[in-house]
């Protein structure tokens, strides 16, 4: 079984942060392109699945 990890407050506060600032960014990213760049990650998520699962 893997592990689980935990995040304190601090953590949570500063991803949330940079959720917003990035969303802003991506609500500029033309709706067409959207879904290619989604395609693109999912195709390097697989491609490195053994490197994050580990």
């Known amino acids: 079984m893997g592990g689980l990890a935990h995040a304190e407050v601090e953590n949570l506060n500063a991803a949330m942060a940079a959720t917003r600032k990035d969303f802003a960014a991506w609500r500029r990213v033309w709706t067409l392109e959207r879904p290619r760049i989604l ?3 999912a195709d390097l998520l697989r491609e ?3 490197y994050i699962a580990d």
Do not use: G, L, M
Request: net charge positive; aromatic share 16%.
């Open 39 to 41: 395609r693109c990650a």
């Open 48 to 50: 490195r699945t053994f």
